[in-house]
């Protein structure tokens, strides 16, 4: 039998409450590290220098080739055998952030690929040096076509947090399997739990909605003079699941 | 006019510049000299090395061997204990900043409005206050005839209007030389007048030029000499009245024969 009440109290659980966050804040802190790492293992891929090519190269192969539930014990399990050990959110978060980059990385990299070459060569002929051809110029045009797969991302990683339930992190599934355990109301609990992460990806999807018209400047507001030819509607980029 | 040219100081001097890609050489030495305030016309059948040669004085292509000198420093390469080494892109952007260039496709920041194209040279590259940057832009944008463009994104302005941002966008870090990778190429007919006037301008201005272009109005009208490249090599260099009315070489009679 289903009962609303307890999973209305499942709703306002404030373990759940407290797992929510705990997801949020795992979500948004990988993502926020993982991007950096993305740039700079992108640019390593793009380097003039073969053994930089492939460190990162060889990185990327590695994070996208195991899954990360494995990445994930060995780092919180596997590694103390080594002498390293990593308390349970440090764990985590090394686990999520080297694996969620490899994959941004590729995004980046796309990214950077799309913007024209007259671009960065207008910017060099101006006297701009590399970083700034790259800050300035590149890496905003290329952020206009990442930003709806790095929001995919978000999307997914938002839902790939679950599994450091494994390792112990106690975010929202990890939680709600607690609370289930006082009533073995499994139904309301993981649907609530459920209902929650549906929460936090749609709220997700309008913050991507606000993030996509901000960085889209210049190339939707309507041409006074018919010419749309520039304004071509972003690239979509297939993105590998886990 | 011719006179006072002559003796102007040199603005670019290359000299046996050479360049080869996949091994079919591009540019077999060319030689030219520009004085200050010459507007220099480079002609020639497409795939004759003329984008080329005009890339490789600022360096956005390097030379496989020759020398390009701007304002009589070294392009690429700096004296270090009487050897010459090739410098990195951080030092060649400084070079880069005595010389403007135009581009085919007008190359404009497609997220930044016109204003803040024009004023992206004076803020990334000289470290000018965006506020004086805007309000100088905005000067040059009014002299390109643009006044009233300042908030538009280059999506919303005609091929003409984004030239003559461009060109204000060059014009904006105040370069001794000004190159022009034909610039009018991409442009529907009505709208090329729109630029060679302000190209026509600049000269009367005293801007130094080197103008890679098929257009025949412009070079009569306000070039000081007409260079023709034909497979890699300068095969005529004279004034515009002496090229089209006694051109020296078959490669230029034919060529002139095919587009006039």
């Known amino acids: 039998m289903w009962s609303w009440d307890a999973f209305i109290s499942f709703l306002s659980n404030p373990q759940l409450i407290q797992g929510a966050w705990t997801t949020i804040w795992l979500t948004t802190v990988s993502m926020a590290l993982a991007l950096p790492l993305a740039v700079l293992v992108a640019l390593g891929r793009a380097s003039r220098f073969g053994p930089v090519r492939l460190v990162t190269g060889f990185y990327v192969w590695l994070m996208r080739g195991t899954p990360l539930l494995v990445q994930l014990v060995i780092i919180y399990t596997g590694l103390p055998q080594l002498g390293l050990r990593l308390g349970v959110i440090s764990a985590a978060l090394t686990g999520l952030v080297l694996n969620e980059a490899a994959y941004l990385s590729e995004i980046v990299r796309a990214g950077v690929l799309s913007v024209p070459r007259g671009q960065s060569e207008a910017a060099r002929a101006l006297g701009m040096p590399p970083w700034k051809v790259f800050r300035v110029v590149v890496m905003p045009q290329a952020l206009r076509v990442m930003v709806p797969p790095l929001g995919n991302s978000f999307n997914g990683l938002l839902k790939t947090t679950t599994l450091v339930s494994v390792i112990s992190v106690e975010e929202l599934l990890r939680r709600t399997q607690f609370a289930v355990q006082t009533n073995f109301r499994v139904l309301e609990g993981l649907t609530a739990a459920a209902l929650y992460y549906l929460a936090m990806t749609t709220l997700w999807g309008l913050v991507q909605r606000w993030l996509e018209a901000r960085v889209g400047r210049g190339h939707q507001t309507g041409p006074s003079r018919g010419r749309r030819s520039r304004s071509a509607t972003v690239p979509a980029l297939e993105l590998e699941t886990r | ?260």
Do not use: W
């Open chain 2, 1 to 260: 006019m011719t006179v006072e040219k002559t003796a102007a100081p040199v603005v670019v001097e290359a000299r046996q510049v050479r360049k080869s890609y996949g091994g079919v050489e591009v540019l077999k030495g060319i030689d030219l000299t520009v004085r200050q305030g010459e507007v220099v016309l480079v002609l020639g059948p497409s795939g004759g090395g003329k984008s080329t040669f005009l890339r490789t004085l600022n360096h956005l292509e390097t030379p496989d061997s020759g020398t390009v000198s701007i304002c009589g420093e070294r392009i690429g390469y700096g004296d270090r204990g009487g050897r010459q080494l090739a410098l990195r892109e951080r030092r060649i952007a400084v070079q880069r900043r005595r010389t403007g260039m135009v581009f085919q496709q007008f190359n404009l920041f497609p997220n930044m409005t016109a204003l803040d194209n024009v004023a992206s040279g004076p803020v990334h590259v000289n470290g000018v206050s965006k506020a004086e940057a805007r309000l100088a832009a905005s000067e040059l944008l009014a002299m390109v005839g643009l006044a009233d463009k300042t908030r538009s994104y280059p999506a919303q302005l005609s091929g003409g209007q984004q030239q003559r941002v461009a060109i204000a966008r060059a014009l904006a870090m105040r370069p001794e030389l000004l190159l022009f990778d034909e610039p009018t190429s991409a442009l529907d007919p009505e709208m090329v007048g729109e630029v060679l006037d302000v190209m026509v301008r600049l000269r009367e201005e005293g801007m130094t030029m080197i103008v890679v272009s098929h257009e025949m109005g412009f070079a009569r009208a306000a070039a000081d000499r007409v260079v023709f490249i034909s497979d890699g090599t300068v095969v005529e260099d004279k004034s515009p009245d002496l090229f089209f009315s006694a051109p020296e070489h078959e490669r230029t009679r034919q060529f002139l024969d095919r587009i006039l």
